[in-house]
């Protein structure tokens, strides 16, 4: 038996937010392979790689940035989360990128269950370029809206990853992980209407956000009409 760099039957994939012009979005490959299919960014794990820093190597790989919120949502092993067909196709190409990897089939020439953990990450989208790795005829952002036809069951982690971001935007004050370093009232409210996909009460939602007493108010923002002008925000530093 070859001694193999990564960890066989185990992966990684990731599911990246970014917040742009109200909507929320993914960043999807698009394999080559030879029906049209996506795919979240991911890949196997080095023997002796920790668990999260493989999670950032892959964020990084893909977004070229090292400094991001990222946790992990779930852990997806369902015997049959693989078909026949998706083996199939991914095999080939995934053989090439990972040489060192024996395919996942038994004595009898059957496939073996892939078990992968799920990460969520969080990043300004203006500062991220998606990048495209060997597998990939290409790679950019996807509305999570308007997902298209994903590989394996990616599209259950990606709505697994909004779900968790939605329990935790609030709990854990993340919102500004997906906004730039100074933001409006607005811009925060329209990335908590768009995350939770409903309206929020603006009054309300000020008073709410100014309570936490996390924000710290700059000078206005300049549009053209100085008694309109919202202020800008940033987070507090933290003490």
Same mark, same amino acid.
């Given at each position: ?49 920790? =668990? ?12 070229? =940035? /090292? ?14 989360? =693989? ?15 990972? $040489? ?9 020439? /059957? ?68 906004? $730039? ?59």
């Amino acid at each position: 038996m070859k001694f193999s760099k990564h960890i066989a039957q185990l992966t990684l994939d990731c599911v990246i937010f970014g917040f742009h012009h109200k909507k929320l979005k993914l960043i999807l490959s698009k394999l080559k392979l030879a029906k049209e299919i996506y795919a979240l960014p991911g890949g196997f794990i080095l023997q002796e790689e920790d =668990i999260e820093d493989a999670a950032k190597r892959i964020l990084f790989e893909r977004t070229g =940035i /090292q400094d991001l919120y990222l946790e992990e949502f779930g852990t997806f092993g369902r015997a049959n989360r =693989i078909s026949d067909e998706d083996f199939q196709l991914f095999s080939g190409i995934a053989g090439d990128l990972y $040489p060192d990897v024996e395919p996942p089939i038994n004595e009898n020439n /059957q496939k073996m269950r892939i078990v992968s953990i799920g990460y969520y990450a969080l990043v300004d989208f203006e500062k991220v370029i998606p990048q495209k790795i060997d597998l990939d005829e290409s790679c950019d952002w996807y509305d999570i809206k308007e997902l298209p036809n994903m590989i394996f069951d990616h599209q259950e982690m990606a709505h697994k990853g909004l779900q968790v971001l939605r329990e935790n935007l609030d709990k854990k004050l993340l919102f500004n992980n997906l906004l $730039p370093e100074t933001f409006t009232m607005k811009n925060v409210q329209e990335l908590y209407e768009t995350v939770y996909d409903k309206p929020f009460p603006a009054n309300n939602f000020q008073k709410k956000m100014l309570d936490l007493q996390i924000l710290e108010r700059l000078d206005k923002k300049y549009t053209g009409a100085k008694s309109k002008a919202p202020y800008l925000y940033r987070l507090k530093p933290r003490t």
